[in-house]
């Protein structure tokens, strides 16, 4: 069956560093990618999604680009900041109606 | 900002008891979902709505748990027997179409301790 794989459980890392995030997944089906951003309390968001090959997406600083050859969609961004502290989840679509929901990467950011 | 609404936002229930809680999807947004969020903050999937026809669900969302999206009227997810293991944050959310390429926009939840 569909499945997302999320590697790092919980990622640390002084602010102005860069982070990547990892995402694999596996389908037989033409993959829809998404990240969510779930803040401490907060309703999860969507924060990207694509589902076109070799091409980056942005928003908020962050980017993904999804790598059909290597089942990747790994989330990164350049310079973290303290507000970026949060739950991120990567998230798989084939076209039904479920969604597929990675196990979560919690990336705490420290001054 | 999503404008899905969740009520009530906590409920504790002890074993055996029923637990109801509702959503209210985005205005215009026929897809319901709904999610449970464990402790370890992992998602499990238990059904989904379009309009006010089930689109899938689990084998433990049959057995235990009720659900309807009937029109004008909130969506509900009801457990009938609730067990310790249901404690839980029960996330809602919608999108505008059917599809699960489609953005899903989350309410806040209703956190679940069953005692």
């Known amino acids: 069956g569909d499945s997302v794989t999320q590697t790092e459980g919980l990622v640390t890392l002084t602010k102005g560093l860069p982070v990547m995030l990892n995402c694999t997944y596996q389908t037989t089906y033409s993959p829809f990618l998404f990240w969510y951003v779930q803040h401490l309390n907060e309703a999860p968001k969507l924060l990207l999604k694509?589902?076109?090959?070799?091409k980056r997406t942005e928003h908020q600083g962050f980017y993904a680009t999804l790598h059909k050859s290597s089942s990747s969609f790994h989330l990164q961004k350049s310079s973290v900041q303290l507000s970026d502290s949060a739950l991120y989840f990567c998230?798989?679509?084939?076209?039904?109606?479920?969604?597929?929901f990675g196990s979560g990467t919690r990336l705490l950011v420290s001054p | 900002n999503s404008k899905v609404i969740q009520t009530p936002r906590y409920l504790v229930k002890g074993q055996g008891q029923k637990a109801k809680m509702r959503c209210i999807p985005e205005?215009?947004?026929?897809?319901v979902f709904w999610y449970q969020q464990n402790k370890n903050n992992e998602f499990k999937f238990l059904i989904n709505f379009q309009n006010q026809e089930v689109l899938q669900q689990i084998d433990m969302t049959e057995k235990r748990f009720s659900a309807e999206c009937p029109s004008n009227s909130p969506c509900s997810l009801e457990i009938q027997s609730s067990e310790a293991g249901d404690s839980a944050l029960y996330l809602c959310a919608s999108s505008l179409v059917g599809g699960n390429y489609a953005e899903q926009f989350f309410g806040p939840g209703t956190r679940l301790t069953v005692l």
């Open positions: 694509s589902s076109t090959d070799n």
């Open positions: 205005k215009g947004h026929p897809v």
């Open positions: 998230a798989l679509g084939t076209g039904g109606y479920k969604v597929v």
